[in-house]
């Protein structure tokens, strides 16, 4: 089945700094590419995905890019603020069923 | 639109009691819920996909028996569990989906159900 695996687990920046958190991918049958937001005690929320037939995506700070062949895909947040600051997982799907990412908490330090 | 709600957001339980969890669309019909686990400091993992009106599906190394799942309508999904113990202490997130066809439908998340088991 597909595994995903997710890094940094931890990844800690200055207020205005970049993010970028990877994650690589087994099923080259998936072809969908979420990216959640989790704060602490709430259900996670889906901030940016990517499908298969796109190399890049952006959403105002936040983009995705998706690299099928290494089987590869980044979460990438520029200017970052505090209210950033929560645990991201990433996920993949070939067919409704998402399988997730270990996580990376991200801290914002003002 | 698509939000999903869970009852109750907390529940403290005592060891061998029974605890209903559900799960609602408030805005869309259901045609899939999706049941998740979540430990501390982890990642999501999925227990069961459920259709309506037909029995769950669960993932490899999850007690049917121990977690019971209804998925009576299209906007209700209920996550059972039985005789709890203090190793079933977890972060319940249920999900819903409606099946729009094509290869994948986005999947709207629960806000969760920390229960604790004494």
């Known amino acids: 089945g597909e595994n995903v695996e997710q890094h940094p687990s931890t990844l800690s920046v200055q207020e205005g700094d970049s993010a970028v958190i990877k994650c690589t991918y087994s099923?080259?049958?998936?072809?969908?590419f979420p990216w959640y937001k989790q704060e602490l005690g709430k259900g996670p929320q889906l901030i940016i995905d990517?499908?298969?037939?796109?190399g890049e995506k952006k959403d105002q700070r936040i983009a995705v890019t998706l690299n099928k062949t290494a089987k590869h895909f980044s979460l990438h947040i520029t200017e970052t603020q505090p209210e950033d600051s929560a645990v991201y997982f990433c996920?993949?799907?070939?067919?409704?069923?998402?399988?997730f990412g270990t996580g990376t908490r991200l801290l914002v330090s003002p | 639109g698509a939000v999903v709600s869970q009852h109750p957001s907390r529940v403290i339980c005592k060891s061998g009691t029974s605890v209903k969890i559900e799960c609602r669309s408030l805005?869309?019909?259901?045609?899939?819920m999706f049941w998740y686990r979540q430990f501390p400091k982890k990642s999501l993992m999925l227990m069961a996909t459920?259709?309506?009106?037909?029995?769950?599906?669960?993932e490899q190394g999850v007690e049917k028996d121990k977690f019971l799942i209804n998925h009576a309508s299209l906007t209700l999904s209920t996550l059972t569990v039985t005789s709890a113990h203090p190793e079933d202490s977890s972060f319940y997130i249920c999900?819903?989906?409606?099946?729009?066809?094509?290869?994948?439908?986005?999947?709207?998340f629960g806000p969760g159900t920390r229960l604790t088991v004494l």
């Open positions: 996920a993949s799907t070939g067919f409704q069923k998402l399988v």
């Open positions: 099923d080259s049958a998936s072809n969908y």
């Open positions: 990517i499908r298969s037939n796109v």
């Open positions: 805005d869309f019909q259901a045609t899939t």
């Open positions: 459920s259709n309506e009106g037909s029995k769950a599906t669960y």
């Open positions: 999900s819903a989906t409606q099946n729009r066809g094509g290869a994948y439908n986005e999947q709207f």
